[in-house]
């Protein structure tokens, strides 16, 4: 089949590599894409919130199946415009409707979500800026650290922990007053602190039957030892070590089929990926957000530990078959290191001329935001290069990504020297290895 893969980062790179391994993958698109898509498939000048040229894209390639990537067009409603069409409603899709995407691109709409549907989540209250004066003296009942989240889409960078009450004041005025996040922080959230150990659960759902797959940590913040300003993210790990089968039962028990189940109860239709951020809360699951999209950069980790046909569960999922599938595991170990513009998440120059790819080493190297220029590639992001390394052991993985990253440089890179090292004194026990059923 023809496929249309929407996006344009790290992430649309990892998805297509898979994609483009399947049989039953004919031609694949991306939309934008970067110059690593141009690698696996053919990139089109069109960008990914513009419906009408993506509608455009799909009638002339003859596309049968669409995967969206980021959360923007899916916020803004592309399942909807696309069944509204008559002429594209016969399209696949995998991505939820706008309604769905909701449990992302609203805070405050996930939040309720959960509690109404009892998912154990943090306990959290929403304010405007016509409740400031509420709002502060809410936060003056809080203990800290306390956690301030914009309502809306912030790029993965809408949320501030705060460890003293002063702080707590100062960034609850400049988010909701000043708007410090525009828009997505028009709304904030006041939100309990949990402490614990993060992971990132993702699930492929047709809102009946689902598929986990392979669990992945984040690394958030943009320096060594979790210290700085929080970006879309430095790093990622799969597995984990404490995503046990007893953790991931919790897991599937109580957040997995609650959701789903929750979203059968208010009739809102999901066909797509979950992404579950959650927090492990002495060897409690609790949810911090939902995600409507796979994680980024815990796809370029987790493409890699998949051996099923991936399309073949993307066409299922679309297609409302997906109960009972199965999902084949590579029990290998996946470290992802994440090259970076200096200054980012701050201002950071583009046009940086990056070399040492292509490289011949044991890593994978997914384009997150690079261009070509003529004949050079070159920086055109924030994050530019996401290495993925594999290995039998985690110390073996995270040696091949980092001496693939050792080999690959530009004027002003920087990323993390400690992708994974806070795991390497734990060892997985009773891994979900193998095979994982759909229920």
Request: net charge negative.
């Amino acid at each position: 089949m023809n496929i249309l893969l929407i996006g344009s980062g790290g992430r649309e790179h990892a998805l297509g590599w898979k994609i483009r391994q399947s049989k039953l993958t004919n031609k694949l698109f991306f939309a934008p894409g970067n110059a690593g898509t141009a690698e696996v498939g053919e990139n089109l000048p069109v960008k990914a919130d513009d419906f009408d040229s993506l509608a455009k894209a799909c009638l002339q390639n003859n596309i049968q199946l669409v995967v969206v990537g980021p959360e923007v067009p899916l916020v803004n409603g592309i399942r909807d415009h696309f069944e509204k069409d008559p002429a594209l409603k016969k399209i696949l899709m995998v991505g939820p409707g706008k309604q769905g995407a909701q449990l992302e691109g609203s805070k405050d709409f996930s939040k309720q979500f959960m509690l109404r549907h009892g998912v154990p989540t943090a306990k959290a209250k929403t304010f405007t800026v016509a409740d400031m004066g509420d709002a502060h003296r809410y936060l003056d009942t809080c203990g800290m650290p306390i956690v301030l989240k914009a309502d809306g889409l912030a790029a993965g960078k809408g949320v501030i922990i705060c460890t003293q009450m002063e702080e707590a004041h100062h960034a609850l005025e400049d988010m909701l007053g000043n708007r410090r996040f525009g828009e997505a922080s028009a709304r904030v959230l006041i939100e309990e602190f949990l402490e614990g150990i993060e992971v990132s659960v993702f699930v492929l759902t047709d809102g009946d039957g689902y598929v986990i797959l392979p669990e992945a940590k984040d690394y958030k913040r943009i320096g060594d030892g979790d210290t700085g300003p929080n970006t879309g993210g430095m790093g990622a790990v799969s597995p984990v070590y404490f995503a046990d089968n007893t953790f991931m039962e919790k897991v599937e028990s109580t957040i997995i089929k609650r959701t789903l189940a929750g979203l059968k109860k208010e009739d809102i239709a999901y066909k797509g990926f979950i992404f579950l951020g959650l927090i492990n809360v002495k060897g409690e699951p609790q949810v911090i957000e939902y995600n409507a999209r796979m994680g980024d950069p815990e796809t370029e980790a987790v493409m890699t530990r998949i051996d099923s046909d991936f399309v073949e569960l993307l066409e299922a999922c679309a297609r409302g078959q997906l109960r009972n599938k199965k999902l084949v595991i590579d029990p290998d170990f996946a470290v992802t290191v994440m090259m970076v513009s200096g200054g980012y998440p701050g201002d950071y120059e583009k046009g940086k001329v990056i070399e040492g790819l292509p490289q011949t080493g044991g890593a994978l190297a997914f384009h997150a935001g690079t261009r070509m220029k003529g004949n050079e590639l070159v920086t055109d992001g924030g994050r530019v290069l996401a290495v993925t390394g594999k290995g039998k052991t985690l110390k073996a993985a995270q040696r091949n990504a980092y001496d693939s990253v050792s080999g690959i440089s530009w004027r002003g890179v920087y990323f993390r020297k400690d992708i994974g090292v806070d795991l390497l004194f734990e060892e997985p026990l009773d891994r979900l290895d193998g095979c994982r059923e759909g229920s």
